[in-house]
């Protein structure tokens, strides 16, 4: 087949229907254009939300659960190994909430090469004691270096900063706790421990994630502040936080190294299960958007077939009469549509970055996301090559049809009809 | 079998269903050989037209063969039969029927480029060469609609001729021609005849132009009588 020959017609047949040859590439740039800023925004919603999810959720944690023992005595004794047991009215066990021997399971961790950090982690509740009132709240004690480096915590510091914490006994307290009671930098703020140990920490500074609930109990102290505190001796810890190379392997690392340690493990997947809900139903949102649209579009490129068609029966007829075969016609109508779907989709391109970036720079102010200014934007040529893709595919089927008519028009009818 | 025969029909019958069965043509025997400038003459609504398009091989619902040089036609695929036309058979219909987006010069080269045998600029220069036997050299790169009547069909020849085909077929090419240009044409045609032994088979209603060919074909409801 002649395909030079056969754009050639086809270019010579837009050309003299320009104007709805325009239209009809808008509705496809339009759809395009649309559809990338939309999935561009929408992933950089899902970024900055995963990326909300994770500065606070570690890739895996270690820590005990409260839970009953799993082996029970009856499961241990000769006789009855090989009976089904049936044990009523368990009681959980509280086996301590500190990890055992945790100085070399970090020191193992640390040597582990799919782990970037490891950040130990003390968490307990306290009472704040302000004048006769007490508020409940919670004290994370945290290694300031590690846990500076895996969860960004300086980017919720309002004032003060975080290594003021490596003072001895110093606190930051949630905006929330500081506000009810009072307190600014500075102040000295006493503290009750589960235990009933009386403490007064000096404010170093204020935090704030934006999340009330969170802002109203948490407050955060150096690992020693927090063991002093407490009256634990230096190797205690409850958690150990986990920062991996590929997030992806979390839920395997976790379930190896509940194994290994025989810790309770949970990954940040498991601990957000909600999150991924949303995330992909922002991406379900935004394809729909763009297939929706291209739909539309696709209507527009074959109503503009079908008018042409119409229009150029003539001109089918005498080509068939001068040789050209069903199929080569076919083929100039299809190609008329790719050329639109093509063009359309190139400028679609073009606009769905100029959106994105118009979108990028749009003013976005949050109180739980300190460091975002404007909206999020998530840009990625992959988004690019499924517009085209997306578009060419579109206006194939859209022209298809059209396209197989005007193959199958009869040259003798048209001609008699004269 | 060496013979001279361009265009062989045996025992051509094609029926028309809507609204009724009816017979347009029946049995048709028709040959005609290398060189021969035939008109089909016969009363309106005698199948004429018809005959024609079945043998410019568009029309593929009939019973009874075709043959265009000696090769069997009937019952091949569409893709195969564009192929024929393209080749062996040059089109003038009453009608034009130019491509309004071409100029005229594209319009007579656009069953060439399909042909694809010469290069473009071979067929630029054969068109032209058409172009200027017909008189019409200096308007070759106007577009259609700025030409007479006359002008088109000229133009619609010129395409006819643009691959040396084996047979020109004509409907009424000088139907919506006045006198002086239906003379014309008719020249022209006489000229291919005699100077490169063109085959020609015109439909036509006008005896004058009828008189003046080598064979006339009478036609009478679906048969020919002469
Ligand atoms: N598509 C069709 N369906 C049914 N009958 C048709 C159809 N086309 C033509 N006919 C009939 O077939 C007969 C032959 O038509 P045709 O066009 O071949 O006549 P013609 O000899 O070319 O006439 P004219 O000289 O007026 O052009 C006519 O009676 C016509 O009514
Ligand atoms: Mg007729």
Known sequence: MNFKLILNIALHLLKARLKQTIVAAIGVTFSIAMFIALVSFMNGLNDLLDGLMLNRTPHVRLYNDIKPSEHQPITLTEAYKNSTNFIRSIKPKDIGKSIYNSKAIIAYLKKDPRIIDVAPKITTPVFFNSGTIEISGVINGIDVLSEEKIFKVSEYIIEGKVTNLLQNNSIILGKGLADKMMLTVGDIIKITSPSGNLSSLKIVGISQMGIAEVDDVLSYTSLDTAQKLLGEPTNYITDIQIQLHDKTIAPELSKEFREKFNLDTIDYKTANAQFETGSSVRTIISYAVGVVLLIVAGFGIYNILNMMIYEKMDSIAILKATGFSGNDVRWIFISLSLIIGFVGGIFGLLFGFIFSSIIDVIPFKTTSLPTITTYPIYYDGIYYVIGIIFALFTTTIAGYFPASKASRIDPVEIIRGK | ?226
């Open chain 2, 1 to 226: 079998m060496e013979n001279n025969k361009v265009l062989e029909t045996i025992g051509l019958t094609k029926y028309f269903y809507d609204p009724v069965k009816f017979k347009v043509l029946s049995a048709i025997d028709l040959s005609i050989d290398h060189g021969e400038f035939v008109s089909i003459v016969g009363k309106s609504g005698c199948g004429k037209s018809t005959l024609l398009y079945l043998l410019s091989t568009m029309d593929t619902d009939y019973e009874g063969q075709i043959f265009i040089h000696n090769e069997l036609v009937t019952g091949k695929a569409d893709k195969v039969l564009a192929q024929i036309r393209n080749e062996n058979i040059g089109f003038v219909f009453q009608f034009h029927y130019l491509l309004i987006e071409y100029n005229v010069l594209r319009n007579v080269m656009l069953p060439g480029l399909k042909l694809a045998k010469y290069s473009e600029q071979e067929l630029e220069h054969r068109a032209l060469e058409h172009l200027k036997t017909l008189g019409m050299e200096d308007q070759a790169l106007k577009m259609p609609n700025q030409l007479s009547g006359g002008q088109k069909q000229r133009v619609a020849i010129a395409r006819a001729l643009i691959n040396d085909p084996l047979i020109i077929m004509g409907d009424e090419p000088t139907g919506n021609l006045d006198k002086k240009n239906s003379n014309l044409v008719f020249d022209i045609f006489k000229e291919l005849t005699l100077e490169k032994k063109q085959t020609l088979l015109i439909v036509t209603h006008d005896t004058d132009f009828a008189n003046k060919t080598n064979r006339i074909i009478t036609m009478e409801d679906g048969r020919i009588i002469s």
